[in-house]
Structures are given as C-alpha cells and as structure tokens.
C-alpha cells in the first residue's frame, strides 16, 4: 500500500459526459501528479501541483483539467468525454517539488470506461 | 525526440531462474533512468534510478540495473526470480517530470 487513494475505482460512463476523478496523497507530501495509462499511448504524464500550484504539464488536453485543494487533495476533471479517454488514471504523490529526485508513490489508479 | 523501447512484451522465466529485461533508450543528452514494476490492481513502484556515477545500480527486490551509454541500453536483472516477481516492468527516461517517457512495458510471468 503506497498511501496514495483514489476514488473511485472503476466509473462507466457515456460520450459528452464529464466526470471528476479523486487523489488523496501521501501524508504529508505535497506534489500531486496525473497519469493517463491506455493500451495505444501508453503510460503518459497528464500534469502535476505542487502545494495547491500548478507545477509541470505534460500532454493534458484542453477537455481535461485538474487542481489541489488546500487540504492537499487533488481532482482531475474530464469532459466532453469520448471513447478514446478510457484508460487508466493514475495519481502519485511526492514529498518535493521534482518528480525525478523525490521518488512518486503511485495509487491503485481509477479505471474509466467511456461507452 | 526522446523514446524509450522494451522490446519484449512478454517473458517467461521458471522460479529461481535469472531475469533479464531489456531496455534500449534515444535521448539527447545523458538521461536520468528508472525501472517501474506495476503488480495487478497496482500503481506503479519505483524499483531503481541511474542518475549519475556507478553504471550498475541496485534496487528494492533484489534487483539490479546497468547503464551501457555504448549500447544505450538500461537492462534490469535479478539472479533468482520468486513467483511474487510476476507483474508489468516499465523502462522510463527523462530529466524533468514532463518530459519522461516508458516504455510500453515487458509482462512477466513466472512458472512454478
């Protein structure tokens, strides 16, 4: 068990939809990141904050955004959905500000199927 | 650009057998190097870094990497595999968050 939560586990939904996805990081740190896994990309960086900021962004569409609320959580907001967005969301969270030397303590990822 | 290739999807290794899973990179300047495992129903767990200095570097789990810049090449190995060992392993590259690859990963499945 790394620390990290998500909710919810699994969530099917349709086309045009939005949905929020959920990450409680590790006590006490403070970088957040997003991680979409599907079977075509691959494992793709999506963005991380750092203490409530937005820190680093990677290939995150416009439909797609995200923030940490002062309690350290984290929710990444999905809309306009299509059926290319299924994939595995993983949020790991780190102590530092650098997601290379701080090592990321990844959650069981949240599964989303969109129909 | 920067990739990262692992080019076996899946392997399997009887218990107690040695391991060897391959990783080839292309990345501009000297990279900073990870190992991933992902179990099933897991996130991902960081198995070893290369960042710089000794070129073969240990890691959690007994297991262990080496850096061949001629090569390109960040191979993980293990000496004795456990059924426990069974998962996904993820080659990664990078020097900041938002410009890491992995590569597609190499399954591993263990026999009794």
């Given at each position: 068990d790394s620390g990290v939560t998500q909710t919810p586990k699994h969530l099917i939904t349709a086309t045009g939809q939005r949905v929020t996805l959920r990450c409680s990081p590790r006590s006490g740190d403070l970088s957040v990141y997003w991680y979409q896994q599907s079977l075509d990309q691959g494992l793709q960086f999506l963005i991380q904050y750092y203490n409530g900021e937005e820190r680093a962004k990677g290939n995150i569409l416009e439909r797609f955004s995200a923030q940490q609320f002062p309690d350290l959580h984290s929710e990444l907001n999905l809309s306009s959905?299509?059926?290319?967005?299924s994939a595995l969301y993983f949020c790991a969270s780190s102590a530092g500000t650098s997601g290379i030397y701080n090592e990321q303590f990844f959650g069981p990822g949240t599964r989303l199927t969109v129909l | 650009a920067q990739s990262v290739t692992q080019p076996d999807i899946h392997i399997t290794v009887s218990e107690g057998a040695s391991l060897e899973l391959r990783c080839n990179y292309s990345y501009g300047a000297t990279p900073y190097l990870f190992w991933y495992v992902q179990s099933p129903g897991q996130g991902l767990q960081l198995l070893l870094k290369y960042?710089?200095?000794?070129?073969l570097v240990q890691g959690i789990k007994g297991f262990e990497a080496e850096f061949k810049r001629s090569q390109s090449s960040f191979n993980l190995r293990k000496p004795s595999v456990h059924w426990s060992d069974a998962a996904e392993y993820f080659c990664a590259v990078g020097e900041r968050v938002n410009d890491m690859r992995f590569g597609a990963g190499t399954r591993l499945t263990v026999k009794p």
């Amino acid at each position: 068990d790394s620390g990290v939560t998500q909710t919810p586990k699994h969530l099917i939904t349709a086309t045009g939809q939005r949905v929020t996805l959920r990450c409680s990081p590790r006590s006490g740190d403070l970088s957040v990141y997003w991680y979409q896994q599907s079977l075509d990309q691959g494992l793709q960086f999506l963005i991380q904050y750092y203490n409530g900021e937005e820190r680093a962004k990677g290939n995150i569409l416009e439909r797609f955004s995200a923030q940490q609320f002062p309690d350290l959580h984290s929710e990444l907001n999905l809309s306009s959905l299509e059926l290319g967005d299924s994939a595995l969301y993983f949020c790991a969270s780190s102590a530092g500000t650098s997601g290379i030397y701080n090592e990321q303590f990844f959650g069981p990822g949240t599964r989303l199927t969109v129909l | 650009a920067q990739s990262v290739t692992q080019p076996d999807i899946h392997i399997t290794v009887s218990e107690g057998a040695s391991l060897e899973l391959r990783c080839n990179y292309s990345y501009g300047a000297t990279p900073y190097l990870f190992w991933y495992v992902q179990s099933p129903g897991q996130g991902l767990q960081l198995l070893l870094k290369y960042f710089s200095g000794d070129t073969l570097v240990q890691g959690i789990k007994g297991f262990e990497a080496e850096f061949k810049r001629s090569q390109s090449s960040f191979n993980l190995r293990k000496p004795s595999v456990h059924w426990s060992d069974a998962a996904e392993y993820f080659c990664a590259v990078g020097e900041r968050v938002n410009d890491m690859r992995f590569g597609a990963g190499t399954r591993l499945t263990v026999k009794p």
